[in-house]
């Protein structure tokens, strides 16, 4: 298919990452959790227009962690909790948009992710359910196959650098600051490309990167743009261990 092509031509002109923060210890575990399938709610309909861009969302994973009502439960302690993992960003997911607001989802009725697309990607989206979410929502729109999609999400989440987190944290943030951050350590990536995500609380929770047709960054669309520069972000540190 013609997007799976664009992420490897999107790859070929990133960088390769430095500043791999997204896994900072992560050891597949011996069995993981089998997710429930999942189909689109009644306020969420299914939309099919054509795809003209995507959007990568990377999480910030001790914000979610943070918030998370029972990090020690079966859906987030691998995440949030576990002896073998410990995260600084995390992939969201990869999402089709088009030229507003109503971006196509829920294209296609989902199966089961297979186990071992789940292996395969769970220490880059730390949550089995939130892989069978991205996969029913946003990938059936992309394509048949769970693998091509997550494949495709995982080779531009690699080719993203990140700045030091560290550093942020120790000081009040701006969305435009996180932004100017993002960008000075990814090459070719302007500010406008990104969109910054907060909690309700203004702490840091994501940071997308918006995507042309070829998967190559581009300009952020007005309703994509997120925060204002202006608005203020505090970044949590990672918890030690």
Not at 67 to 88: E, H, V, Y
Not at 96 to 107: G, H
Not at 144 to 162: D, E, G, I, Q, T
Not at 210 to 226: H, T
Request: with cysteine; aromatic share 8%; charged share 20%.
């Amino acid at each position: 298919m013609r997007w799976r092509s664009a992420a490897a031509i999107a790859l070929a002109l990133m960088p390769v990452a430095a500043a791999r923060a997204q896994a900072l210890a992560c050891v597949v575990p011996d069995r993981i959790p089998v997710p429930r399938l999942e189909k689109n709610p009644r306020d969420e309909p299914v939309r099919t227009p054509p795809i003209t861009g995507y959007k990568l969302a990377m999480s910030w994973s001790p914000q979610y962690c943070a918030n998370a009502r029972d990090p020690l439960g079966a859906n987030d302690r691998f995440q949030c909790s576990g002896d073998a993992a410990r995260f600084g960003w995390v992939l969201h997911g990869l999402w089709p948009e088009t030229d507003n607001p109503a971006y196509p989802q829920w294209c296609r009725p989902a199966r089961i992710v297979p186990q071992q697309v789940l292996r395969q990607h769970i220490c880059q989206t730390p949550t089995p359910q939130l892989l069978q979410h991205e996969w029913a929502k946003h990938g059936t729109c992309m394509s048949p196959h769970p693998a091509a999609y997550f494949k495709a999400a995982s080779m531009l989440f690699r080719a993203v650098r990140f700045p030091d987190m560290a550093a942020l944290a120790t000081k009040p943030q701006t969305a435009g600051g996180i932004r100017r951050a993002f960008a000075a350590v990814n090459p070719g990536v302007k500010e406008s490309m990104i969109a910054v995500a907060t909690d309700r609380k203004g702490w840091l929770s994501e940071v997308r990167l918006c995507l042309g047709p070829r998967m190559r960054p581009q300009a952020c669309k007005s309703f994509q743009k997120g925060l204002p520069d202006r608005s203020p972000v505090r970044v949590r540190s990672i918890p030690r261990r």
